[in-house]
Every structure is written in structure tokens, then in C-alpha cells.
């Protein structure tokens, strides 16, 4: 991944040294936590070669943070990735780029009444 002038010139080394491929593997898939992929997809999306992808989903799988099905990856809930430095890094990279979440605005368009799925019982 390159960057420009800018950035390398003011960025400091902790910066520059980004995330490793697992760490950036595991951040998309955390970023997409409501859908499965393919190694392929994942490296074509986040720009990596395929098979360094598929390496860092296998040494995730070990670590028990993503989890397969055929030829498709997901995360584990959060409770797992919790305990995981490098989602940790991951997120405050994503927060740095992206910006982080605004509750507040989230909460503006959300709808009062509780999702169809929860019992009257269970408020």
C-alpha cells in the first residue's frame, strides 16, 4: 500500500509501520461482521495478495478469531476479539481514517420501538 509525500514525511514510525496483514485481514472482516468472504475477495478488497491473506486467516483461525465454512470467513463474536491487541489497533487505525462512530447521530435515526424480533416480556 503507498501513501503520499505528506504522510511519509510527517507521520511518525509507529504510524508508518501500519498493521500487519492479519491485523488488516481481521479489521475488514470486523468492518463487514455481517457478511462471510472469500481469501480472494478480502485481498482484492483491502489490496493484499491472496495468498498472504489466506496465511493470516489461517494463523486467525488458530487464534479463534475468524471462523469457516466451505471457502467463506467470518468473524467470532465480540467477547473473542476483545482479548485481541490487534483488533484493538485495528479499530483505532479504522477510528484515525474513517472517524470514529457518532452514538449520538446513531441514535437520532433510530427507531423507538423495539425490534420485532424481542418478546414484550423481554423489555
Not at 479489521?27 to 462471510?36: I, K, M, N, S, T
Not at 479463534?64 to 471457502?71: C, G, N, P, Q, R
Not at 470514529?100 to 420501538?113: K, L, P, S
Request: charged share 30%; glycine share 6%; proline share 2%.
Amino acid at each position: 500500500m503507498s501513501i503520499d509525500r505528506d504522510r511519509f514525511e510527517n507521520a511518525s514510525e509507529d504510524e508508518l509501520a501500519g498493521l500487519s496483514v492479519s491485523d488488516q485481514v481481521l479489521g475488514f472482516l470486523v468492518a463487514h461482521a455481517d457478511q462471510a468472504f472469500k481469501a480472494r475477495e478480502i485481498a482484492s478488497r483491502i489490496g493484499l495478495e491472496e495468498g498472504a491473506v489466506s496465511t493470516a486467516l489461517s494463523r486467525l483461525k488458530g487464534r479463534d478469531l475468524v471462523e469457516h465454512k466451505a471457502t467463506y470467513w467470518v468473524t467470532h463474536d465480540d467477547e473473542r476479539l476483545d482479548g485481541y491487541c490487534g483488533y484493538e489497533r485495528a479499530t483505532a487505525l479504522f477510528n484515525d481514517q474513517l472517524g470514529t462512530e457518532d452514538t449520538d447521530a446513531w441514535r437520532e435515526h433510530a427507531i423507538d420501538e423495539p425490534h420485532p424480533s424481542v418478546a414484550a416480556d423481554d423489555q
